[in-house]
């Protein structure tokens, strides 16, 4: 580690401790940004790091509700509004048991950078709760959501912070929430994307990071004039990033075999086809049920529960071409990494965020592979978020093909910056390129604003 990076490191873990996620992720940004500032001393100047490792304001409070037996939960919620130096705080919402105050930096954190990328006057934010939807009945959602609300509007606003959905945070919660909202302002506004089409909600937008995630890796594919036919493609999860992605390889012929959830995965060797996605999106976002009824309907197929005493994934150990991890941050470990890398793996587009640990990054750096990290590869979400809202701004709504060509073009256009900054001789370092580009954007609008 270079000692300057060190020396940041030690500071901002004594400033800062337990919150190993948050350190992991300012550690890979500060690796790509360090040698940059280096070259360009005016950041140095005006203490730009520092200043963005300190997210503006964050607010923790209490959500009581009440469940079905009438007993009295109550769980923690949480806003963390990072940085708003390009525009208002925007940034999703996750209701998962693993949910604190160090997940939510790093999120808020890397949501900063992927914000800018896009081009879009977004700053960046994360917020949540370690409230569990798994299980939970749709009364009982509703009432989480209309108290985690009672608190949360009076730090958000079309203006101000625009919350969107994550992991547990689904088109329902964020109904229940925008609902809650309307009621106490009296008012009807852009407080919220993943809105549904028939009430503000932008065509694509629970497409977009899916979809997104697929266009990054096609632009990957064309620096070495190749395309996703007949790929063969491993994908994790089967939430709303896993589905579209499928979605979107099954429609550029690619042949997609594994699906997963937090029990387990499915292995189907002779591919996940429209007809096989279409019962997942409705096992999943209808009978809210298990991967594992996948292999009830399709016989062929494998699944594999989860084996916590294993050191590595079993889906990640499958000959393949590409892989697009879509659950949640650490899920490719090194051994996980190898295993890619062995089994012919040489793209890698991260629909999740920081899905894969440093030791995990570093091998797929060190064998040259196409690797788009999530900041870069997964920011079509945002990117149609933000066209949700100025298509609310404007109260019109663009047509779907429109939206998905705008989606498109933004998915070019952070791949050609991720080029322009991470080019190594004939090399891409995608998470150089990605950190760097969005680096200069932010920083730039921090100067300008003075030292606020
Ligand atoms: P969903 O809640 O729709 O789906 C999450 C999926 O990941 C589920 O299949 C879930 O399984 C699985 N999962 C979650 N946590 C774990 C875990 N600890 N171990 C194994 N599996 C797990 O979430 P999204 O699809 O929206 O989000 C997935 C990832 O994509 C997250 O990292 C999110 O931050 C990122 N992302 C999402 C965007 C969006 O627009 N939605 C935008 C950009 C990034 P189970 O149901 O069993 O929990």
């Keep these: 580690m270079n000692s300057e990076v060190m020396n940041f490191m030690n500071t901002l873990k004594a400033h800062n401790p337990n919150e190993p996620e948050f350190h992991q992720a300012v550690y890979e940004f500060i690796s790509s940004v360090m040698p940059f500032i280096e070259k360009n001393p005016q950041y140095r100047k005006y203490k730009i790091l520092e200043r963005m490792v300190e997210p503006e304001r964050v607010i923790i409070f209490r959500i009581p509700w009440v469940d ?86 009076r730090y958000i606003g079309p203006n101000t912070d625009i919350p969107a959905g994550d992991i547990g945070f689904g088109a329902r919660e964020v109904g229940y929430c925008f609902g809650m909202y309307k009621k106490i302002m009296n008012e009807f506004t852009g407080v919220f994307t993943g809105k549904s089409t028939d009430w503000g909600g932008s065509f694509i937008r629970p497409e977009a990071t ?36 499928v979605e979107k390889l099954i429609q550029l012929g690619a042949k997609p075999v594994t699906f997963s959830d937090s029990d387990g995965y499915i292995y189907d060797e002779s591919g996940i086809n429209k007809e096989k996605l279409d019962f997942v999106m409705h096992l999943k976002n209808v009978c809210r049920g ?49 295993n890619l890398l062995q089994n012919g793996v040489y793209l890698v587009s991260e629909g999740a965020n920081m899905p894969t640990t440093p030791e995990g990054v570093h091998q797929f750096l060190a064998a040259k592979i196409l690797y788009g990290p999530g900041k870069a590869a997964n920011a079509g979400g945002v990117a149609v978020s933000g066209l949700e809202m100025s298509q609310n701004s404007q109260r019109l709504s663009w047509e779907r093909a429109e939206v998905d060509r705008r989606l498109h073009q933004i998915m070019q256009k952070i791949h050609n910056q991720c080029v322009k900054y991470g080019k190594e001789g004939n090399f891409t370092h995608y998470v150089n390129g990605a950190n760097i580009a969005g680096f200069v954007r932010v920083a730039n609008a921090m100067i300008d604003q003075g030292i606020v």
């Excluded at 037996?69 to 990072?82: K, L």
């Excluded at 709760?129 to 798994?134: L, R, T």
């Excluded at 697929?214 to 089967?238: G, H, P």
Aim: hydrophobic residues 35%; positive net charge; contains cysteine.
């Design 290 to 338: 298990r991967i594992k009824e996948y292999t009830e309907k399709f016989r062929d197929a494998i699944y594999t529960p989860v084996d916590k005493t294993l050191d590595h994934n079993p889906l990640w150990n499958h000959k393949a071409d590409c892989a697009f991890p879509c659950a949640t941050q650490n899920e490719i470990n090194k051994k996980d990494a190898l």
């Design 68 to 153: 079905d037996q009438g007993e009295i939960q109550v769980n923690r919620g949480f806003r963390v509004e990072v940085n708003s130096a390009i525009g208002p705080f925007k940034g999703g919402l996750r209701l998962h048991p693993s949910v604190n105050l160090s997940v939510l930096k790093f999120l808020g954190f890397e949501q900063v950078y992927k914000n800018a990328l896009t081009g879009l006057p977004m700053g960046g934010g994360k917020g949540g709760s370690d409230f569990d939807p798994k299980g939970k009945s749709d009364n009982e959602v509703m009432r989480f959501c209309q108290s985690f609300m009672l608190e949360l509007f």
């Design 210 to 245: 899916g979809y997104g995630s697929v266009y990054f890796a096609q632009e990957m594919l064309k620096t070495r004039s190749e395309n996703l036919d007949k790929k063969i493609c491993l994908v994790s999860a089967s939430g709303n990033v896993a589905q579209y992605t």
